[in-house]
């Protein structure tokens, strides 16, 4: 076995002193009443009927209490250990008990005859016997009745060997019977130990095994969640938190082809912060980061519906992608998303088109048709703001969208 629980000891005490109880209400008490049937029968015609009765009452009514006892202790503990009175109520009933067959046997010997004294005899005997089966779980407790009840009878048996002729035999019988039966009870008993064990380690092996799916099943969420996490960082360019070129092309064709056949136009805005290299050398690529990442910002807030997107598509150069957008709408945007960057007021001395940061703007806008790519989209939108750079930058210029033909 690869895996085995380690049982505490009171665990298997507990779980065995429930399955004694369980055995004892019903079996252990079930032969309890034969033998007093029989007993009482054997004595209803030698003593006096009443004192039969008397005494075959109060054993029913010591054994239907016994029962009821072991009943509401079953109904409300199941953690027996918690209980030591448990136990020892066990090993002082099994006296109480053993001594009661053991008393009668000796009470019925100057009443009956040679037969039926020895029958009585008999009948304790095979009380002793049956109950091994039930009460051998506690070992302790089945030991304590035999010595009370065949050990009571041998020694009698023993004491007063002259008085019937087979006393001595029956003496020597019940003491051979004992001790068999203490060694049945040694076997039996250890039997029992290791099948509870074994019961309680397989219990916890299967809660353990439950827990360790549960937790297998919280891990492996984490780590959907965590693949999930690290796809969408691969899609995200880290800087300006705006989409990269990869996070582009995962989600433009959906878009694309959702435009097309609904057969609404689209528009792409690619921008270009201007003089952005002699920027950096004026005032260090921390501050260019900085000035990258307030114009990220503004695009992130441009971009706040179904469908739209801005991505930085390497350097200082980034696109805004709009579904539903016709050329008027576009350049309108286009206008807005260039007054808020010169209203960011950021310093740039060396600029050679104001003395802030400036962007220049290209623009498309088209209704696209099946044979339109993206890449035709965005090299029109290239083209566009090649133009705005080279008539004096901070400015917007539509392009027009040129789709291939098929040779």
């Not at 953690?79 to 067959?101: D, K, M, Y």
């Not at 938190?241 to 433009?252: D, F, Q, S």
């Amino acid at each position: 076995m690869l895996y085995q629980r380690r049982i505490a000891d009171n665990q298997v005490l507990s779980a065995k002193l429930e399955l004694h109880l369980r055995g004892s209400r019903y079996a252990g008490v079930g032969t309890q009443l034969l033998g007093i049937v029989s007993l009482g029968l054997a004595g209803f015609y030698s003593l006096d009927p009443e004192v039969m009765l008397t005494w075959a009452t109060s054993l029913l009514l010591l054994n239907f209490w016994w029962s009821r006892r072991i009943n509401r202790t079953l109904q409300t503990s199941r953690h027996f250990t918690q209980r030591p009175s448990v136990f020892n109520e066990l090993i002082v009933h099994a006296a109480v008990s053993g001594a009661i067959w053991g008393g009668t046997v000796i009470w019925l010997d100057g009443y009956l005859s040679d037969l039926i004294f020895y029958l009585c005899v008999c009948v304790v005997a095979v009380i002793s016997v049956v109950t091994i089966a039930v009460s051998v779980v506690i070992r302790q407790a089945y030991l304590t009745q035999l010595i009370f009840s065949l050990g009571t009878v041998a020694c009698w048996l023993a004491w007063h060997a002259n008085e019937r002729p087979f006393n001595a035999g029956f003496a020597v019988l019940l003491v051979g019977l004992s001790m068999f039966l203490i060694v049945a009870s040694e076997w039996m008993s250890r039997a029992f130990s290791e099948m509870v064990e074994t019961s309680l380690e397989r219990a916890a092996m299967s809660k353990d095994l439950a827990s360790l799916s549960d937790s297998l099943k919280t891990r492996n969420l984490q780590l959907q969640d965590a693949r999930r996490q690290l796809a969408e960082q691969a899609t995200i360019d880290e800087m300006t938190g705006l989409r990269n070129r990869r996070g582009v092309n995962i989600i433009i064709n959906d878009e694309l082809a959702r435009m097309k056949r609904l057969q609404l136009p689209i528009a792409l805005i690619a921008l270009d912060v201007d003089h952005f290299k002699t920027y950096n050398d004026t005032y260090g690529h921390p501050a260019g980061d900085l000035v990258l990442q307030r114009i990220s910002t503004v695009m992130l807030e441009m971009t706040s519906r179904a469908g739209e997107f801005a991505a930085r598509m390497g350097g200082e150069e980034f696109v805004i992608f709009y579904p539903a957008a016709n050329r008027s709408t576009a350049l309108e945007v286009a206008e807005e998303l260039r007054r808020r960057i010169v209203e960011l007021d950021i310093p740039h001395e060396k600029s050679l088109t104001a003395p802030h940061v400036t962007i220049s703007i290209g623009v498309v806008s088209c209704v696209p048709d099946w044979e339109l790519e993206f890449d035709v989209l965005l090299k029109a939108s290239d083209d566009a703001l090649y133009l705005s750079k080279t008539n004096g930058r901070n400015r917007i210029t539509f392009g027009e969208v040129n789709v291939p033909e098929e040779s």
